[in-house]
C-alpha cells in the first residue's frame, strides 16, 4: 500500500515565525488532504489539495503530485495553530492513509 | 451547517466488556468512515459504509468490532468483548465526495 511520511515529526516556533511541513508519499494519489488535529483532539480539515496551490488565510499548500509531495505552509504563527498536522493520501480507493504526523508547538 | 456528531465523548470499562459508540454524519453525506487512532499515530481506518451498504472492512477486527449503518444515516460501532488494546480514540468521518469531514471522537479507555 501507500506508503505516507512527514517531516519534521515535531516543530517548536515562537509566536510570529513561518514553517514548512512535508509530506512524501510513495505512489500516486487521486485525494490528498491536509488536516490539523487541535489538543482537544477534533481533526479539522484544512485543505483538499491532489494537486497545485492553494491558500486560506495564512496557511497556504501546494502539492507537485509529479514529484509525490506536498508541503503546507503556516505563515506568522499563532499559539492557536499548536496541535498536530496530518496529510492523508488515498489512491482513488476513497480510503484515507494517514502520515505520522507533525506535532507543532507555538510559544507566545 | 451542523458538522459529525458523536456520542458518547468519554468511556472508561473493563476489559471484557463490551462497548458502543454512536456516529451522526452531516445531512446528505453519503459515505460514512469509522477510524481508529491510537496515542501518537495517525488515525486508521476501520471501515466505511456507502450509503447503508459496507465497501470496506478490510481493517475491522471481525471478531469482536461490529458497525451497522441503518437508514444510511446514523451509524454504531460496536466492540464485544473489549481489549487492553482497544483504548484509543474512535473517529467518525462523512463525505459527500473526496473531502472527508471528522467528528470529534469517542476516547475509550480500557482497563
Known amino acids: 500500500g501507500i506508503q505516507v511520511e512527514q517531516s519534521p515529526p515535531d516543530l517548536i516556533l515562537q509566536e510570529g515565525a513561518n514553517s514548512t511541513l512535508r509530506c512524501n508519499f510513495s505512489?500516486?494519489?487521486?485525494?490528498l488532504q491536509w488536516f490539523h488535529q487541535n489538543p482537544w483532539g477534533q481533526l479539522i480539515n484544512l485543505f483538499y489539495i491532489p494537486s497545485g496551490t492553494k491558500q486560506n488565510g495564512r496557511l497556504s499548500a501546494t502539492t507537485v503530485a509529479t514529484e509525490r509531495y506536498s508541503l503546507l505552509y503556516i505563515s506568522s504563527s499563532q499559539t492557536t495553530d499548536s496541535g498536530v498536522y496530518f496529510c492523508a493520501v488515498d489512491a482513488d480507493t476513497d480510503k484515507l492513509i494517514f502520515g505520522t504526523g507533525t506535532r507543532l508547538q507555538v510559544f507566545p | 451547517e451542523a458538522g459529525v456528531a458523536q456520542s458518547p465523548r468519554y468511556k472508561i470499562i473493563e476489559k471484557r466488556q463490551s462497548v458502543a459508540f454512536w456516529c451522526n454524519p452531516i445531512s446528505g453525506h453519503a459515505t460514512l468512515y469509522w477510524y481508529q487512532q491510537i496515542l501518537g499515530q495517525g488515525p486508521k481506518l476501520l471501515i466505511q459504509f456507502q450509503n447503508n451498504g459496507v465497501v470496506d472492512d478490510s481493517q475491522l477486527p471481525k471478531d469482536r468490532f461490529s458497525a451497522e449503518r441503518l437508514k444510511g444515516v446514523d451509524s454504531t460501532l460496536k466492540i464485544q468483548p473489549a481489549k487492553l488494546e482497544d483504548s484509543a480514540v474512535y473517529l467518525c468521518?462523512?463525505?459527500?465526495?473526496?473531502?472527508?469531514?471528522f467528528g470529534p471522537g469517542t476516547r475509550l479507555l480500557v482497563l
Open positions: 505512489d500516486s494519489v487521486n485525494n
Open positions: 468521518a462523512s463525505s459527500p465526495a473526496r473531502t472527508q469531514y
